[in-house]
């Protein structure tokens, strides 16, 4: 038999298409355990009721704060949040005359731009302790540790010496 051009191909009606894939999908649900009637499955938790719960869309200051805490960064932002807020918190004409320098379990250390402020911190040390307690939490800083201004080193400038330089001739 030869295939003619000029007639029209041979198909298989849609009804019959149709009963067919009906049929291999319901071969399929028996395979898999299902039978007309039955009741549809619930996969367990997967239901989503009136009620909040964990899969539904979190604020960001929610999720920001779980993964503070699940990362461990706490101790970071506590630090970085005082540095940047410093004069704030503590007030224009302290936050000129002493930077941060490290915030490490509690004490907070503190370098003061002369030996008359570094005293002048010893003794508010008590009114700081209080004013950081009230903005960045209770127990956040516990002390206060105030350094004076820090000298200049011999080991920079035009005219240092390699090694140990002038101070080697002891001994």
């Given at each position: ?46 239901a989503s009721g009136a009620g909040p ?6 604020p960001v200051a929610v999720t920001a ?107």
């Amino acid at each position: 038999m030869s295939a003619d051009p000029t007639q029209p191909e041979a198909t298989t009606p849609p009804d019959q298409v149709a009963r067919a894939a009906l049929a291999r999908a319901q071969d399929a649900a028996r395979a898999r355990g299902l039978r007309p009637g039955d009741k549809p499955r619930r996969v367990a938790g997967a239901a989503s009721g009136a009620g909040p719960d964990a899969r539904d869309p979190q604020p960001v200051a929610v999720t920001a704060a779980r993964l503070v805490t699940e990362l461990g960064w706490k101790p970071g932002l506590v630090e970085g949040d005082l540095r940047g807020r410093w004069p704030e918190l503590v007030g224009s004409e302290i936050g000129e005359h002493c930077k941060p320098e490290g915030l490490q379990a509690g004490l907070l250390t503190l370098r003061a731009s002369s030996t008359a402020w570094a005293a002048n911190l010893t003794l508010l040390a008590p009114q700081l302790l209080r004013r950081l307690a009230e903005e960045l939490g209770e127990g956040v800083v516990v002390e206060v540790k105030v350094l004076g201004p820090g000298g200049p080193g011999f080991g920079r400038g035009r005219r240092s010496v390699p090694g140990r330089g002038p101070r080697d001739t002891w001994g």
